[in-house]
């Protein structure tokens, strides 16, 4: 019976800005993050000016893994991790993006964080930047408005890529590059690309013009790094949410068609190296303007990536006939013609629980790139209750379960070339989107409220020895 490959990457993911803390320690800047308020179930998080004195941050302290580290990589080893995804704070390493010379601290927190993994065989796979970007180049640069930040960015990327270039060999260039498709949520932008649309602009315009320099920098990065070293293996991110046709009308079925666009346009650029014909449409229909300098197709073309890393949570169902509200409600995927799918059920935020959609992704996205796929994020956000001195998230262990038998089934039985998994926020850390703890992930409780307040002590919950158990079989016990 095939199984899944003897050297398939079983991980886990995480993200500087949601676990790290030490925010402002030795010498790191402040990043877009870092200025997010907490936000709540339905309460949007809102971007500060600055960091307002009277405001809780849930970012800057987080979980303090930045003091903590040996303590929870020795969780992660004892767990039998092969691999750990995390991301080098960018503000950790140019303080203000734009500065003479690197921290030094900055980068020798991760050399000491790199040998603490590697000294208990698990692999860093690598996120340059996750959504932290240097406050000073969102403000006085207008962040990727600006042409000059690519140079910023690919400064950064070169310095990393040299100084770990012997430790670090998966590496991805942007998270979730495509959520800033989703207009309607200013938070994609902002902590994507460091912009705010002013009154007056045309917001999906200023996306294409600020994913364009981004998607010089991606290209521009890549092929920095395969000069330093030919062995990096240098992947995208995107946020996966597949778009279901509500019925077998064609109009849905169209429909559909037509939004997944929204999903593939970063990657269609990031693996074949241009920009693809719906796009190039859609620029000349609606009189977008694209700062395209001459050259820009080399560079696009000279950059592709190795690999295609993505996240997956959920899936939408978009219906013709339905004009919903732009409301961006995550219940419809934030999406104007979403509809609820009656046939799969919800988390308690709202997120639909999908596992055959993943198998479906898989062979979509493999189908349509041909190259191997790397499922980066994937994971159940709940509240997890402690129960005599247990925590037994039953819920996190069946929609983990269900998904990974998707997974090896699009592997073992459709030939899906795949990576590795490694399932979101292998630990508990702060929610992105909500910048809650108590919409939590991990396998690994932290003593830590929505507040601020708690021990921060770690503790293991029922699903830490069910994925040791998972990973000692490569996912043949269940
Ligand atoms: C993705 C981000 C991650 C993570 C995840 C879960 O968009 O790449 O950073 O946060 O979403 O989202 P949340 O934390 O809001 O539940």
Redesign the pocket.
């Known amino acids: 019976m095939k199984t899944l490959p003897k050297d398939f990457l079983w991980g886990g ?1 995480l ?1 500087a ?2 676990f790290e803390g030490g925010w402002d320690a030795d010498g790191k800047g402040p990043s877009v993050v870092d200025v997010l308020t907490a936000g709540a179930h339905g309460v949007a998080r809102r971007i500060t000016d600055k960091v307002e004195p009277d405001e809780f941050y849930p970012n800057h302290e987080a979980i303090d893994f930045y003091h903590r580290y040996k303590e929870d990589v020795a969780l992660f080893a004892e767990m039998g991790l092969k691999c750990l995804r995390t991301s080098i704070g960018w503000s950790r390493i140019f303080p203000n993006g734009d500065d003479a010379e690197p921290n030094e601290a900055g980068l020798q927190f991760y050399d000491d964080l790199f040998d603490e993994l590697l000294k208990h065989d698990i692999e860093p796979i690598i996120t340059l930047s ?2 932290e970007m240097p406050l000073h180049l969102a403000r006085e640069y207008g962040g990727f408005r600006n042409r000059a930040v690519v140079d910023h960015f690919v400064r950064f990327a070169e310095v990393c890529f040299d100084r770990y270039k012997d430790k670090v060999k998966y590496w991805m260039t942007f ?2 590059i495509n ?1 800033k498709m989703d207009v309607n949520n200013p938070l994609f932008l902002w902590t994507n690309s460091g912009v705010i649309v002013e009154d007056g602009e045309n917001a999906r315009e200023v996306m294409y013009q600020t994913g364009h320099h981004e998607l010089i920098a991606s290209a521009l990065a890549v092929a920095k790094g395969k000069a330093i070293n030919p062995d990096f293996e240098i992947g995208a ?1 995107v ?1 996966h949410v597949p778009i279901y046709p509500f019925s077998s009308n064609p109009d849905d079925v169209m429909l559909a068609e037509e939004m997944m666009r929204q999903r593939y346009f970063f990657p269609d650029v990031q693996v074949r190296g241009v920009y693809p014909s719906y796009a190039l449409n859609e620029f000349e229909r609606e009189g977008y303007s694209i700062p395209f300098l001459d050259g820009d197709e080399e560079i696009l073309k000279n950059g592709t990536v190795d690999y295609l890393g993505f ?1 997956y ?1 959920m899936s939408t169902t978009v219906k013709s006939d339905v004009v919903a509200d732009n409301s961006g409600d995550i219940v419809n995927g934030g999406l104007p013609n979403g509809v609820e799918n009656p046939y799969i059920k919800s988390s308690d ?1 709202g ?1 639909s629980i999908d596992p055959v959609g993943l198998r479906y992704v898989l062979n979509r996205l493999y189908d349509r790139y041909q190259i191997p796929l790397f499922i980066v ?1 994937n ?1 159940f ?1 709940a509240v997890d209750e402690i129960v005599d001195g247990k925590i037994h998230d039953a819920a996190r262990i069946d929609y983990l379960k269900a998904h990974i038998e998707q997974l090896k089934q699009a592997v073992v039985y459709d030939g899906v070339d795949l990576i590795g998994y490694t399932p ?2 292998i630990i508990d ?6 910048g ?1 703890m108590k ?1 939590r ?1 991990g396998m690994i409780y932290v003593d830590r409220d929505n507040e601020g307040n708690g021990s921060m002590e770690r503790m293991k919950k029922d699903s830490f020895d069910w994925y040791k158990h998972v990973i000692e079989t490569n996912g043949e016990a269940l």
Do not use: L, R
């Open positions: 993911a993200a800005h949601q996750h959504f998270n979730e959520n991110m946020s996240s949570y935020w997120w994020e994971g956000g979101w926020g850390i702060v929610s992105f989107t909500t809650e919409k992930y």
